[in-house]
């Protein structure tokens, strides 16, 4: 059986061939930070803002389980650029009162590029006035779409979620 790796010269070219087909293969494997497909998370990847919300102050959302409202009262700066960002929420139950003492969590994450942030998460803290809900210091770190799940679990373990989907600039 012949070896050509087991001359200097030709393992040094089966070296370099070998390491050119295992870089080609790691890069396809990333896929340039490729991920999920529309199909797969649900928001529109393709470049169109069909699913992509333009921020207003007040911008409100229903949960998936219609058990709680969302509004963002207040984003600080507002979703246009990359950064840290400051979210004020305002929850309130189905029948209008504010949701005291809920668990809230933000997940962002690029549906087009099948990541989130580090950490995957951020705890919302809860403000003096009822209802109210502060995300600090959530890390939107590149430009393209995002969706930020809000993720609302009550003092009674009933859970609902709601999602923003903002398209940042560099």
């Given at each position: 059986m012949r070896r050509p790796w087991k001359t200097k010269s030709?393992?040094?070219?089966?070296?370099a061939a070998l390491l050119a087909?295992?870089?080609l293969i790691l890069v396809q494997s990333l896929?340039?930070?490729?991920g999920p497909t529309e199909a797969s998370s649900g928001v529109d990847v393709t470049g169109s803002d069909a699913n992509v919300d333009e921020y207003v102050a007040?911008?409100?959302?229903?949960?998936?389980?219609?058990?709680i409202l969302v509004r963002l009262v207040q984003s600080d700066p507002i979703p246009q650029d990359t950064g840290y960002y400051d979210w004020t929420l305002e929850i309130v139950t189905a029948d209008g009162s504010p949701l005291v003492g809920a668990t809230v969590v933000a997940?962002?994450?690029?549906?087009a590029h099948g990541h989130?942030?580090?950490?995957p998460t951020t705890e919302g803290l809860e403000g003096d006035e009822e209802g109210?809900?502060?995300?600090?210091?959530?890390?939107?770190?590149?430009a393209?779409?995002?969706?930020?799940?809000i993720l609302v679990e009550d003092s009674e373990g009933t859970a609902d979620r709601v999602e923003y989907n903002f398209d940042l600039e560099g």
């Amino acid at each position: 059986m012949r070896r050509p790796w087991k001359t200097k010269s030709n393992a040094r070219s089966f070296n370099a061939a070998l390491l050119a087909v295992c870089g080609l293969i790691l890069v396809q494997s990333l896929g340039g930070c490729e991920g999920p497909t529309e199909a797969s998370s649900g928001v529109d990847v393709t470049g169109s803002d069909a699913n992509v919300d333009e921020y207003v102050a007040g911008l409100e959302k229903i949960g998936d389980s219609e058990h709680i409202l969302v509004r963002l009262v207040q984003s600080d700066p507002i979703p246009q650029d990359t950064g840290y960002y400051d979210w004020t929420l305002e929850i309130v139950t189905a029948d209008g009162s504010p949701l005291v003492g809920a668990t809230v969590v933000a997940e962002p994450r690029m549906p087009a590029h099948g990541h989130g942030t580090f950490p995957p998460t951020t705890e919302g803290l809860e403000g003096d006035e009822e209802g109210r809900y502060t995300i600090k210091a959530m890390d939107l770190f590149m430009a393209g779409v995002w969706r930020v799940e809000i993720l609302v679990e009550d003092s009674e373990g009933t859970a609902d979620r709601v999602e923003y989907n903002f398209d940042l600039e560099g």
